[in-house]
């Protein structure tokens, strides 16, 4: 099984952290906890998608966060000293999480319900 890689914006990986975290040089990857599988690492593309991360991972993992079969869970540290105010202290990651979205679960017929 091969190593791919596969990039996203920052900021959609990221979302209302992307204003507050400082920029990554290499940033390990693991399945649902840090203390689980190390699945690959991460960091931040150069060049012409500067503003990108890049997933480096075995090929059916990317196939599977390319089409939306994880969201991210982040594990960081402040940059910056307690003074600063709370909500707009600058972060750095230090390692990220993929987290298998729970299975849709067909709603129940409100005839159903009611003869329940």
Do not use: W
Not at 3 to 10: K, L, P
Not at 38 to 47: E, N
Not at 71 to 91: K, V
């Amino acid at each position: 099984m091969g190593t791919t890689s596969i990039s996203f914006s920052r900021r959609h990986v990221l979302g209302d952290f992307y204003s507050r975290c400082d920029a990554i040089v290499n940033v390990p990857v693991y399945l649902d906890t840090p203390q689980g599988e190390m699945v690959g690492y991460m960091d931040q593309g150069l060049g012409h998608y500067a503003d990108a991360f890049s997933f480096h991972m075995a090929d059916d993992m990317c196939k599977k966060l390319s089409s939306g079969h994880y969201t991210y869970a982040f594990d960081f540290e402040f940059s910056e000293t307690e003074n600063a105010p709370g909500r707009h202290r600058r972060m750095k990651l230090v390692s990220i999480c993929l987290v298998a979205r729970q299975n849709y679960e067909k709603p129940v017929a409100r005839a159903t319900r009611t003869a329940a």
